[in-house]
């Protein structure tokens, strides 16, 4: 049998007969689900990736790590210097950095800046994330 279009056939004896075609899915049914959960807007990406990119340095995430060990759960700045072995300058810069991606507090008293771990902080990181990158 050959086919003339979607609908008739011509038959070996040179007959035309009608067919129903059947209709298969298309391939791209299958793979596109409904539920689709929302991607990472624009304001929400940068906000995750300034945080992050203050995480992805080594001296930070020490600084990080050393005010949450300390008495009190702050540190001056004064304190963080020698652990790190680098200037109170750089130090600072290091901290500022914290601060500005949300990920610690500063208290000025006196001439001393002192440092907390921002509650909640770390959690927000990892909620944004996996909440970004989450399973799929």
């Known amino acids: ?40 807007e624009e304001e929400g990406a940068q906000d995750l990736a300034r945080r992050l990119k203050a995480l992805a ?28 072995g680098l200037s109170q300058p750089t130090v600072s810069h290091h901290l500022k950095q914290l601060v500005d991606a949300g990920l610690v507090t500063r208290e000025k008293r006196g001439v001393w800046a002192y440092y907390a771990l921002r509650p909640g902080a770390m959690d927000d990181v990892a909620g944004a994330l996996a909440a970004a990158v989450g399973p799929r």
Request: proline content about 7%; overall charge negative; some cysteine.
């Open 1 to 40: 049998m050959s086919t003339i279009d979607i609908r008739r056939c011509l038959r070996d004896d040179g007959s035309v007969t009608s067919a129903t075609p059947t209709l298969l899915p298309l391939a791209t049914d299958a793979c596109c689900g409904t539920g689709v959960a929302p991607a990472l």
């Open 57 to 84: 340095d080594p001296t930070r995430l020490r600084l990080l790590s050393l005010i949450g060990a300390h008495d009190g759960g702050e540190a001056c700045v004064c304190d963080l210097t020698e652990p790190v």
